[in-house]
């Protein structure tokens, strides 16, 4: 089955969200919101493909076929399936038509789909880890989609496409100082781990506050230059939290993009937590969630600061 939808409605390119499909039946009087929050344990299903390299599609798919799927790791010359048992349960491997790992299946009994899909991440990822060691390889997992058999409502995460951009023809200048941020800011839409995508916009604010922006003004008093300092405050937006939106810029990155998320990837463990697991699906969850406002925030500063190094070029 395909359909259309406007990229609009999927949210901010590069962002990923969740797309949820409710199968209806003659007969079943249940709202969508019932079926979908049902708190009662029930059996489901999850798939998950993977890939030898992060994958960048221009639509969203929730379809999960060993033909598409593919790693470096090769199943043994007689098997038909590989079969994993874990702790959360048995996983099934499939493999393609060049014997590579490419699919992976397994069922639980859950009361959410957050909780079968945690389930699956736990039992699973641990091996795929090691693997990835053992072998010194990488291992991507671009799609996992999670089957509510008894409510048939299938959930699954995706990253909204991007739209097609046609370069302005004319003239243009960049500044040369801001040269690593630019590159930073590619690492990041280029990145398919919201740890990593988050780190290189943090980088681009710490590399302003910290030091161009200081280097900028000193140059101007050298130079006897006036620069009009301007506010930097969260854009507003359909996108944006609204307890976030119109605040200084500076005083959010100090107290949360760097207390409360940088501080977790940069260090092995604060205080009395736990360590930071990055193949933990709530840990994930939680740093995409964060993606769009810290990138909405860096684009800010970036086009200020290159203002500012106008002002004294």
Request: charged letters at 20%; aromatic letters at 12%.
């Amino acid at each position: 089955m395909e359909t259309q939808i406007p990229l609009e409605k999927l949210g901010p390119p590069g962002i990923g969200g969740e797309l949820i499909i409710v199968h209806t039946f003659a007969g079943d009087t249940r709202s969508d919101e019932d079926r979908r929050k049902d708190p009662t344990k029930r059996p489901f299903t999850v798939r998950a493909r993977l890939s030898k390299q992060a994958q960048a599609d221009d639509g969203v798919t929730s379809v999960v076929s060993s033909d598409f799927g593919g790693s470096y790791f090769l199943a043994h010359p007689d098997s038909v399936v590989t079969e994993l048992h874990s702790s959360a349960g048995p996983f099934k491997i499939y493999h393609n038509k060049n014997r590579e790992f490419s699919t992976v299946e397994f069922s639980c009994v859950a009361a959410s789909v957050s909780e079968a899909r945690g389930q699956f991440l736990t039992g699973v990822m641990p091996f795929f880890d090691y693997l990835c060691f053992t072998a010194s390889v990488p291992l991507h997992v671009p799609l996992v989609v999670c089957e509510d058999v008894q409510n048939q409502v299938i959930e699954f995460a995706y990253v909204t496409p991007y739209p097609k951009t046609t370069i302005n023809p004319h003239e243009g200048q960049f500044i040369t100082a801001l040269v690593p941020m630019y590159a930073l800011y590619r690492e990041a839409r280029n990145a398919s781990s919201p740890f990593y995508a988050f780190l290189c916009y943090f980088k681009i604010l710490e590399g302003i506050y910290r030091h161009i922006r200081a280097q900028t003004f000193k140059l101007a008093r050298e130079k006897c230059v006036l620069i009009a300092t301007r506010e930097e405050k969260v854009p507003s937006g359909s996108n944006i939290n609204a307890g976030f939106a119109g605040k200084p810029i500076g005083p959010l990155f100090e107290s949360r993009f760097q207390k409360i998320f940088r501080d977790r990837v940069a260090h092995y463990i604060l205080d009395s937590s736990t360590p930071l697991n990055v193949s933990d699906d709530a840990a994930t969850t939680e740093f995409r969630d964060e993606l769009f406002l810290i990138e909405q925030c860096a684009r800010v500063v970036l086009s200020v600061q290159a203002e500012y190094c106008k002002s004294v070029a």
